[in-house]
């Protein structure tokens, strides 16, 4: 096997010098040890060994694991190519850990490295200090973290997040004879990244600075006290996504001496994780030295075992931190509410007052807050145009004069039905009393246009009719279509309209989504036919993601195969 590069320093006294009595080796003083390896080990849940991948998902979701670390020869001496010493031969160490996820957002993790195995011996390393060799089994510093994501999700493009590593030395004395502590307290704020790209590629980074009290022995050129840390990463998935291989790079350098050879331990290793179930991952690494600095290994291995907790994913479509399972307004970016018909929909106030519509009696004036929800949001002086004695914040006819109701549907409205759009169908039974349409024995089409705006949508009375298993519009739509190009003629405000195709969940889901989205491509084609600027549409297929109804009956699924048209704010 090669021989890896180890650590080469000029000593300031010759060759002979290790040779010396045992009088003068006698009044040789047994320096005190350090902190050794650049070997930081990843928070348990991560998908690297040193780097981050930020999986920071779930809530209460905990990773436990083990890392198994044998390091080879990271502190050994060389004089003109022969070796003379190494206090440090071998080291073995589990690093046993734990991290719990809070809220998608926020996680605590916990690092124990014990040292299991370690060997070396006595060396010289001038006249009159004598490097110890490592033979004490003890626990390093334990490290407590805790990381906040500060954008982005696991897995779809770009994570961001800030954390803190504290490293508290439990081992006393012994983690310094070990070479497995500084003996005093460390802390390493950092920043890190991570992304999966398009291209299937995972890459992750991440660097903080080590602020620490300088050991009370200085080492020639080991960077003491406070330093930079790095991890990079980069890999691919295998195997459906369970097997990710790819090189991993991690090192130290000292900020008084950034990037000299000597004070700068970096290491690189090839790594790989298999999840075996969607609960156990097991992983193992292998690397060396690329630079001679203190704790370089000759050779690092590596390997690890986890137990994760399952994620539950919670769909938010319209991207505003409200999951869709709690979103009054899913397809809308929104604000939290205490109400759960207004938590994750948009605050709307359209006569700007600060008070939103909801809770505005004045929706449309300019007002005050008062404690009174039917004053909330009016003028001092409420307004009655009909002159009829019911203001109209309370007012359900405010330009018709009327007589008080208790009923706040009837409230100011004159006596007997109404038919406000004059389409002959009377406003009580009227399911669009300000639009005229045509009588329709279905409650919810009677006195409805074919067509209309309403609610963000352009909604339609009728399905746009396919052949079957096809995108083919049947010619018994044109009706509905010529409507809808009708519709967009008339409201040339409506710069941006969304065609969406749906199925019901018969078949295949990807073969669903695909024949969704050609249908969607072919009422935008025979739309931009017949006059309408293709500028103004686009098509989306989602298939069965998406239903309406239920898919247990030949009615429901019916209902699911369509074609709706969304206005795009």
């Not at 969704?516 to 025979?526: E, L, M, N």
Request: charged fraction near 25%; proline fraction near 7%.
């Amino acid at each position: 096997m090669r021989t890896a590069r180890r650590l080469s320093i000029t000593f300031a006294v010759s060759i002979s010098t290790l040779s010396l009595t045992s009088g003068i080796a006698s009044a040789q003083s047994l320096a005190k040890g350090f902190q050794l390896s650049p070997y930081n080990p990843s928070e348990r849940g991560s998908d690297w060994f040193a780097a981050d991948s930020l999986d920071l998902r779930g809530k209460g979701r905990l990773a436990v694991g083990v890392i198994g670390d044998l390091s080879l020869k990271p502190l050994t001496f060389r004089k003109d190519g022969t070796e003379v010493g190494s206090p440090v031969k071998s080291v073995t160490v589990a690093h046993v850990g734990a991290s719990v996820v809070a809220a998608n957002r926020l996680r605590l993790a916990i690092n124990v490295p014990a040292m299991l195995a370690a060997s070396g011996e006595n060396t010289t390393f001038s006249p009159n200090v004598v490097l110890p060799g490592v033979k004490k089994q003890t626990v390093s510093d334990v490290r407590g973290s805790i990381d906040a994501r500060l954008f982005g999700t696991y897995g779809a493009g770009l994570t961001g997040a800030m954390g803190v590593s504290v490293f508290v030395p439990t081992g006393g004395d012994g983690g310094r004879a070990a070479y497995a502590s500084d003996g005093s307290v460390r802390v390493i704020p950092r920043l890190s990244l991570a992304r999966r790209a398009d291209t299937g590629l995972e890459m992750a980074a991440s660097v903080g600075v080590q602020v620490s009290k300088k050991p009370d022995t200085d080492y020639a050129n080991r960077p003491g006290g406070s330093s930079v840390v790095f991890a990079a990463a980069v890999g691919k998935r295998f195997a459906s996504g369970k097997l990710l291989i790819g090189p991993e790079i991690y090192g130290v350098t000292g900020t008084s001496k950034l990037l000299q050879r000597e004070s700068s331990p970096i290491e690189a290793i090839l790594s790989a994780r298999y999840s075996a179930t969607e609960t156990v991952r097991v992983g193992a690494a292998l690397g060396t030295g690329l630079t001679t600095g203190f704790g370089a290994s000759a050779l690092r291995a590596l390997g690890t075992i986890e137990i994760t907790g399952k994620v539950t994913v919670a769909h938010d479509r319209d991207g505003d931190d409200i999951t869709d399972d709690v979103d009054a307004c899913p397809d809308e970016r929104g604000v939290r509410s205490d109400d759960p018909k207004r938590h994750g929909c948009p605050v709307v106030d359209r006569d700007k007052d600060g008070i939103a519509d909801p809770d505005d009696a004045c929706p449309d004036e300019p007002g005050k807050a008062s404690s009174d929800p039917k004053k909330n949001g009016c003028p001092d002086a409420p307004k009655d145009r009909d002159h009829d004695g019911v203001f109209d914040a309370v007012d359900a006819c405010p330009d018709e004069p009327g007589k008080a109701n208790d009923d706040p549907k009837k409230n100011g409205c004159p006596e007997g039905p109404k038919d406000r759009d004059s389409d002959g169908v009377l406003d009580p039974d009227d399911a669009c009393p300000d639009q005229p349409g045509p009588k329709d024995p279905d409650p919810k089409k009677n006195g409805c246009p074919a067509v209309r705006v309403e609610g963000g949508q352009i909604k339609i009375l009728e399905q746009v009719k396919f052949k079957t298993g096809s995108s083919v519009i049947l010619k018994e739509s044109d009706g509905i279509l010529t409507a809808v190009t009708a519709v967009l003629k008339q409201h040339d405000e409506i710069k941006k309209v969304r065609v969406e195709g749906h199925t019901d969940s018969k078949g295949a889901p990807a073969a669903n989504k695909a024949l969704s989205q050609a249908r969607a491509a072919s009422v935008v084609k025979w739309l931009v036919s017949h006059g309408i600027d293709s500028k103004r549409l686009y098509p989306k297929g989602f298939g069965q993601e998406r239903p309406i109804d239920s898919n247990d009956t030949d009615a429901g699924r019916q209902n699911n195969r369509r074609v709706e048209f969304h206005i795009d704010p």
